[in-house]
């Protein structure tokens, strides 16, 4: 079997099963950094790289990449993902009229929230996709996720690894100048990534290493329409035929401004889902973030004409989880 | 009334009433960022700050300053302060057996929680306690926080500015250089800190913007022999008198590693609750760090002798949010 | 001022506040039962109400009247009415995969809930509506539900409650024959539950204690057609003028198969929000269900030509609660 | 294989396994109710069971049997079993502030929770407890229990079927005539069933289709003296040896005031688990009660003279839940 290939000509629309091994079996990572690994392609990061990433700092901006945690938010209840309930413990109102039953005038309030871990701005942890029954570095999935959680690659052993440079590919500005957006559906290629980098310039250059953040303008368009089907409908988003790309970058993360990373409806005239994940989570290794909210670091990096910075972006350390809600920090 | 001083010896023990007001009111930072602001001593975080904070990165080590979330974690439920719950939708299990509906070999896990806001590592909004019904900048603590939450300083507005020069005073390791652990109810003054500085040497200087993290050691001794009461017991922590030193060291914000941040008991022999709270939350406008994990970042900085780093820490946008889990990463 | 007639024609559609004052004054239950009443009108049911209701059971048949309790149900998240969330902790997949850690081949599942306690069929609690800030026996709506809950009338209190004479009055069956179902907006007079009644003879007649039934055959379209704006959208219902009618029936309870028990949109032309319930809660001391299954039952009845059974509805003894979640049960 | 006997003597008890095999051999009640069955032992309760149930109701006096849902519950978060959280989303505090938007000076208050579902009172459903990866009737666990839910014998399958007449033993009483309470760790034998109902004479005959209650007398206990272990520490409970007396009885439902049902620790040299359950749910498709309060109900039934009763205890239809929190009540 040859190298799949980058272009989506090439693709098989018929046979989403062997377009998606043939890409599984090229790029695998499988014991790359060793039997034991727990942080696939985020071992890319080292202390180099994070001086590296400081190193950019200039303005110093700090951008928040998260979007909101808000019972208004894009869930459907789809797979039971709901929007966030944040409810109150203690309020102003009951320390103003004082029944908190607190000495010398102090009062408080607090609060409690039940929420999936991919409602919002979030990290798909190494245990979130499975391949045929196997994770992350060729473990059976049943040995790794069981209904107490991710016992081998929770989330929680990347708290301290997701801290590098970052690089925005506006590919929305650059295939679509005037406003910014890729449309719903389009399948974005290697080859329109490599020429997003180029049009950019050398501080868009992808190394290994990076965090890559991809914005289509989704995001912007519901923000400004309304959430509609952002939570699972059409949307744009990366081809299938980027997997190639994505391994031979070595990059250590990848993010997108939509739901789904990958485009949507996916590439195939037969039922599919979700192709792009099983190839990269679970044989990559590929750390992959989703529901970014990119716009407010896309004009800052217009304006300068730089897309690199120092990104922080470390999960919550939820024992067991396959996944975490973050605010990532752009700094620039 | 004089400007109420630092030593304890001084305070009132009768009184706090009085000791927490005359202290509010010689250090109030009320109208200083004009009347809309929601941000407090964050403000002293500005760019130029984010420039001296990335330039102090150096060996490009990344450390995680956050206990993990897990059910088996501290809390015991007092004022509804449970340990998470963290439950999977869809498991790795499920998907080896194949009953998940997915297409070519797909499979997924998910996720949800639920949890109090401050159930592990966080931090304290700046509506999370108020002085006599007043909360930050002088609204009134009912026109702020409502069963809806915070409608006016919610967590949301502080999600880009928490990234900074930290500072680590190591007060455990200064004060008990042979256990590295300060007993319970022993209140840090603010003599204790300038020691600890000076002791530090020049890298450890608190200035203006700067993120100050007090470890007390408390944390290494419940690691190792158990939680106990950790979650609101006795332990070491910042004597009421050290409100002025917050003052007028300009700081940006503060943490420490234990439960409640200030020394507890707190320093009366009438019942009192949290009086520094009382003081830096509503008057100052400080944000405020609990429960974080300093064990690996001072043994890093004590091997290399150096006690400042860039510090990211920005909360989850949860609109309306008192305080937010985080994920503090410290960059060396 | 006269008593307020039960003529929706008299009504004055542009002064909510005038209607539903002067039905409050006039049908105010407060003191009825003692300063220290917790129950209202549940305070009708005794122990000999409870034998007629006994007495009554005939054929032995059980009809659940709850609709299910599920993801899928018609909450959209208004006011942070969402729909529930039930998750497992453990499961047969688990189970059957051996990972549970159970000796002698024994397996579990178990499972955890999230959701408003009005998300399904429900009790509205004496502390869940006050009428300018006044709850049940002229109490303090602010003494009375805090942050903490229903510190004085929580549903608690009803544990033991709710097991009476139910008596359903098929309104839906009676107005609209052919179809069974009122259309949205229609309201419900005196005089038709009246003539409903001696419509359906004998064993409809109402009685001081009982627990009346009301099925308006909303939900039989919306289980038909999908929930649309089943929750808080147009809706059949009671009038605004059934207030007297709800208190000199001296009736214990009431529920309907809607969403707000009172015909929706109010019947005011300016703002206006669930007018009756502001008079029959906290001044008649009337607990209300909402979104009950009467289909089961409506047949059974027409069948058995039989309006009358044994209806036992507990409410969950939740500390504080202002409704509860039910499974009521009709014995026919 | 002979069938095993209700002798505790008898028991191998280095054999947890043999012991339970032999039994569920014995006693297993797959295919009695045809190939769909999904309400095991429950269908036991017919029509006329119910109008025999609803003859008992002599004085009308109503016992509810639940516990508390409190956040100062039993549970310690073993497996995840939390207590329940109940926080409110709106306030009588609120309302009288003014500061929920609703016109004419209605105000309101809600409520949310999330717990276990068997945080207290409840019924463990059929898809709760498996054999060798065997459910209820002789199916696949994992065809069963998904983390989707119980797909089969979902607790919602008995919102109707749960009302018969009930029958209390109140062994505590009993066997320790002066306090009233078996020692923890006291294993009931069916002798003992049976001298206890010839005690208590011919009300307390059980019959077919019964729903027995056994008072251990634990609950007084825990409830007077803190509850300590109660959830999951030792108790009274019954002894693995009354497999064969829940069998041959015909009774449909069995429910005890204790966390377990069975006594702890089980009663094997060996480590065991629950064996009682093993034999009971999946085998004999019984539906097992636990965490009831049957105090103020055995003060009735002891002064009364009566130990038989109505008895409604109908679970929450929560769509694929395998328990359900529950408030069942005995009407005398």
């Not at 490599?194 to 890559?212: F, K, L, M, N």
Request: aromatic residues 8%.
């Amino acid at each position: 079997m040859s190298t799949p290939g980058d272009d989506p000509d090439t693709l098989d629309r018929t046979d989403p099963e062997g377009e998606i091994g043939a890409r599984a079996e090229a790029f695998r990572n499988w014991g790359r950094w060793g039997e034991d690994d727990v942080l696939g392609t985020l071992n890319f990061i080292d202390p180099a790289k994070r001086v590296e990433a400081a190193a950019l700092v200039s303005s110093g901006e700090s951008i928040s990449l998260a979007q909101r945690f808000d019972t208004n938010g894009p869930q459907k209840g789809w797979r039971r993902r709901t929007n966030p309930v944040h409810t109150m413990t203690d309020t102003g109102v009951d320390a103003e009229r004082g029944n908190q039953g607190f000495p010398h005038g102090i009062g408080g309030a607090d609060d409690v929230i039940s929420m999936p871990l991919q409602c919002s701005t979030q990290w798909d942890g190494l245990g979130h996709i499975f391949d045929h029954g196997f994770a992350w570095n060729g473990r059976r999935a049943g040995d790794v996720v069981t209904s107490e959680g991710d016992l081998v690659t929770g989330i929680e052993h990347a708290a301290s690894a997701i801290v590098s440079r970052g690089v925005l590919l506006d590919v929305g500005r650059f295939l679509e100048p005037e406003t910014g957006e890729l449309p719903d559906g389009y399948a974005i290629t290697a080859a329109d990534l490599d020429a997003c980098i180029r049009a950019q310039g050398p501080s868009a250059e992808v190394r290994r290493g990076d965090i890559v953040l991809v914005r289509t303008g989704q995001y912007t368009r519901v923000h400004r329409e309304g959430w509609g089907d952002y939570a699972g409908g059409a949307a744009p988003g990366l081809s299938l035929t980027t997997a190639g790309w994505l391994h031979r970058t070595e990059i250590a993360a990848i993010a997108t401004d939509t739901w789904g990373f990958e485009v949507r409806p996916n590439e195939f005239d037969v039922p599919a889902f979700q192709p792009l994940h099983q190839v990269v989570i679970p044989n990559l290794g590929l750390t992959i973030g989703e529901m970014w909210n990119l716009d407010a670091l896309a004009d800052a990096c217009a304006t300068a004409g730089r897309w690199e910075f120092l990104l922080s972006a470390p999960p919550l350390p939820i024992t067991g989880a396959v996944g975490s809600p973050i605010n990532p920090v752009a700094i620039l």
